[in-house]
């Protein structure tokens, strides 16, 4: 038994070895024959991946890894390996020469078709040559070309590669892929045309054609041509390396008469300039100013209707520090909307201090095409977002599919710097009409109001009565305001937080410079912007921070908090609350928490609480337990003082102040203000 186990590893040993001296499998054999005179060049070369196992091409029984076919030539030749698409590429290349003979115009056919070719990744090439005089053109048919960026790949594989020549040197004027609206591209003198098709692919054509036209008078001229609502993005050529020197290239755009198309700059560097200066010029319908003009840097035209062109302009660049002229842009074409028709004057000539800005909302990104959302300055000038200055008077449109993709920021600075006749002055804090007449929604329109330091302080006084936004009574209304003063010290501006209308606030004195923001949440603002307003007053300057006049509400309860809540009031600021309380009703002041947290560093953080009518008044230390509730039957002050705080231990205090009836003849246990 153990002779026969022997012998059969032995016998397996050397069938291993047998199998390991064979060569690999070949694949079938290929082979290629060239017609004579055809200007054809095949040649098999390794890809760029290399592998562990090399492979080799087998020719008159000798291997090599690089084989050439030439025009007249017929070559029979195998691989040495089942999967040569791994480790090998071919190229044919064309050479068309349009100087000496008849150039082959029309349909341009893949020669050799893909099924006399071994199934490899194939890359076609066309190399064009004619006079300098002679326009080539190349027209893509169905489906038509999609440039794409550094990077950027085609989904399936297939790509179209197009240079052009100036004097000796090639330009690459774009990479393309398939499904695109890119249908001809004309250039002068010679064109190499590359057409990639990766080893699975089974297209047999080359997909365009080559016609004879007069001189363009440029590099090159690209068609693009929409047959609905779309979008396309195109380069210069080179991108994104530099454009080449005081060259001129032109893109043509084909739209739908029913469709508006808007241009968008997505990327763009300028070169330093000797000669000339570098620009866009646009043929755009109906214009009586054609050419149109416009530097990079400019908003670019939008909402044109029908077809238009695009060149872009280089210039004599710095021979020691030429720069970089590029340029990557979109154009988008979609339905004019109804608002498109509609012009919106928007007077800002008497408002020297006033901007709005008109930009989109934040959204999340989408793969599928959303039509673009544009504003119009004199409904040519469009972008995405447009700020319209003080002192002048701005007609605007709209080229959007939906409005409520857009909002409004606006800002006014209010100032008065002379104490001497601040005094005789007051502002009006309302959005102005022709700011609300536009279709879209407001976000925030802020006020910064400046006063003399030490001079002047300010006061507020709300159209409706305000209440503070608390976790305890929220605020449900369609807008609030979110006030905070400003300080010339470092972390020591205030918050007091944001207020809305239907509350029991009358009035809200600030010590210093201050912003005053209203910021909508809903559309209703519209219907609610009559409770919109705020007089802002000039008033003798005054040490605290801040002081609330409240009046309660005998229906429910006023909450109120301390300034900056989320971080705490600031190290020795004072803050202070004048409480009304009507003849007929008592108070009832309640803190919500029993203890601030408040931890001193240095000083003192206490409470006043004051009896307006008799003077007499309460300490607190707010290191300690708050007061138990207290009732008041007169108006009374509540002043909380802040000490320096350590990190963390923050002062931060909410309470309420809720009436009940005054009852005739009895006293209440509890203690009580007089």
């Keep these: 038994m153990a002779g026969l186990r022997g012998g059969a590893t032995l016998a397996l040993l050397g069938g291993l070895m047998l199998g390991a001296a064979l060569p690999p499998r070949r694949a079938e054999a290929s082979e290629i024959a060239l017609p004579p005179g055809s200007g054809i060049t095949v040649t098999i070369k390794p890809g760029t991946t290399t592998l562990a196992r090399p492979c080799y091409i087998l020719f008159s029984k000798t291997p090599t890894i690089m084989l050439s076919i030439k025009s007249g030539e017929k070559k029979t030749f195998s691989f040495m390996c089942q999967n040569p698409e791994n480790h090998f590429v071919i190229e044919i290349h064309k050479n068309i020469d349009c100087m000496s003979g008849r150039c082959p115009f029309g349909e341009v056919h893949l020669q050799p078709p893909t099924s006399a070719l071994p199934t490899l990744n194939r890359t076609f090439i066309w190399d064009i040559q004619a006079h300098k005089s002679i326009g080539l053109e190349l027209q893509f048919f169905m489906p038509r070309l999609r440039q794409i960026g550094p990077g950027e790949s085609c989904p399936d594989g297939v790509t179209h590669s197009i240079s052009g020549r100036i004097s000796a040197a090639m330009v690459k004027i774009g990479t393309f892929c398939s499904n695109g609206t890119v249908s001809r591209i004309k250039m002068q003198e010679r064109v190499k045309m590359a057409l990639h098709l990766p080893w699975f692919h089974d297209r047999n054509v080359s997909g365009f054609s080559i016609a004879n036209r007069s001189s363009i008078k440029r590099l090159c001229i690209i068609e693009s041509v929409f047959e609905g609502e779309g979008s396309a993005t195109l380069m210069s050529a080179n991108y994104p390396d530099g454009f080449p020197e005081d060259e001129l290239m032109t893109w043509q755009f084909v739209i739908p008469p029913h469709l508006r198309a808007?241009?968008?700059?997505?990327?763009?560097?300028?070169?330093?300039?000797?000669?000339?200066?570098?620009?866009?010029?646009?043929?755009?319908?109906?214009s009586t100013t054609n050419p149109e003009v416009f530097k990079l840097a400019d908003k670019q035209p939008g909402n044109m209707a029908g077809n238009f062109n695009l060149s872009l302009q280089g210039c004599d660049q710095d021979a020691q520090n030429p720069g970089v002229l590029r340029l990557k842009f979109q154009v988008l074409v979609q339905h004019p909307q109804n608002e498109s028709y509609i012009t919106y004057t928007v007077d800002l000539s008497n408002e020297r201090a006033t901007s709005v800005t008109i930009e989109p909302r934040p959204v999340k990104l989408s793969r599928k095409f959303v039509p673009g959302c544009f504003v119009c300055l004199e409904s040519r000038a469009c972008s995405t977002n447009l700020t319209l200055t003080p002192g002048s008077k701005h007609k605007i449109s709209f080229l959007c599919d939906d409005l409520t993709r857009l909002w409004m920021n606006a800002k006014q600075t209010l100032s008065c710097m002379d104490h001497r006749s601040c005094h005789r002055k007051s502002?009006?804090?309302?959005?102005?009409?022709?700011?609300?007449?536009?279709?879209?929604?407001?976000?925030?329109?802020?006020?910064?109001?400046?006063?003399p330091k030490d001079k002047l302080s300010l006061a507020l006084v709300p159209s409706e009565k305000l209440q503070q936004d608390t976790r305890e009574?929220?605020?449900?209304?369609?807008?609030?305001?979110?006030?905070?003063?400003?300080?010339?010290?470092?972390?020591?501006?205030?918050?007091?937080?944001?207020?809305?209308?239907?509350?029991?606030?009358?009035?809200?004195?600030?010590?210093?410079?201050?912003?005053?923001?209203?910021?909508?949440?809903?559309?209703?603002?519209?219907?609610?912007?009559?409770?919109?307003?705020?007089?802002?007053?000039?008033?003798?300057?005054?040490?605290?921070?801040?002081?609330?006049?409240?009046?309660?509400?005998?229906?429910?309860?006023?909450?109120?908090?301390?300034?900056?809540?989320?971080?705490?009031?600031?190290?020795?600021?004072?803050?202070?609350?004048?409480?009304?309380v009507p003849n007929d009703q008592v108070a009832c002041l309640t803190f919500v928490k029993d203890q601030t947290g408040l931890v001193c560093q240095t000083?003192?953080?206490?409470?006043?609480?004051?009896?307006?009518?008799?003077?007499?008044?309460?300490?607190?230390?707010?290191?300690?337990?708050?007061?138990?509730?207290?009732?008041?039957?007169?108006?009374?002050?509540?002043?909380?003082?802040?000490?320096?705080?350590?990190?963390g231990k923050q002062l931060n205090l909410l309470f309420q102040v809720s009436l009940t009836p005054r009852t005739i003849g009895k006293r209440r246990k509890t203690r009580a203000w007089l």
């Design 427 to 451: 502002y009006f804090l309302q959005v102005p009409r022709d700011i609300l007449q536009l279709p879209v929604q407001l976000h925030d329109f802020s006020w910064k109001l400046l006063v």
């Design 262 to 286: 808007s241009v968008s700059f997505l990327h763009f560097n300028v070169s330093n300039c000797e000669k000339k200066e570098e620009r866009v010029e646009y043929y755009i319908p109906g």
């Design 473 to 580: 009574r929220i605020c449900n209304t369609s807008f609030s305001y979110l006030m905070a003063s400003s300080s010339s010290s470092p972390g020591q501006d205030l918050y007091f937080g944001y207020f809305c209308s239907g509350g029991s606030i009358e009035q809200i004195q600030v010590k210093q410079n201050m912003s005053v923001t209203l910021r909508t949440f809903s559309p209703s603002f519209q219907q609610e912007v009559s409770k919109q307003g705020l007089k802002v007053s000039f008033i003798p300057h005054f040490k605290e921070e801040g002081v609330f006049t409240v009046t309660p509400d005998t229906k429910s309860k006023v909450y109120l908090r301390t300034p900056n809540w989320e971080r705490g009031l600031p190290s020795l600021n004072s803050v202070s609350w004048n409480i009304s």
């Design 603 to 647: 000083g003192r953080a206490f409470m006043i609480i004051q009896d307006q009518r008799t003077q007499a008044e309460e300490v607190f230390t707010l290191e300690e337990m708050l007061p138990k509730p207290s009732f008041h039957h007169h108006n009374f002050w509540v002043n909380v003082s802040n000490c320096s705080p350590v990190s």
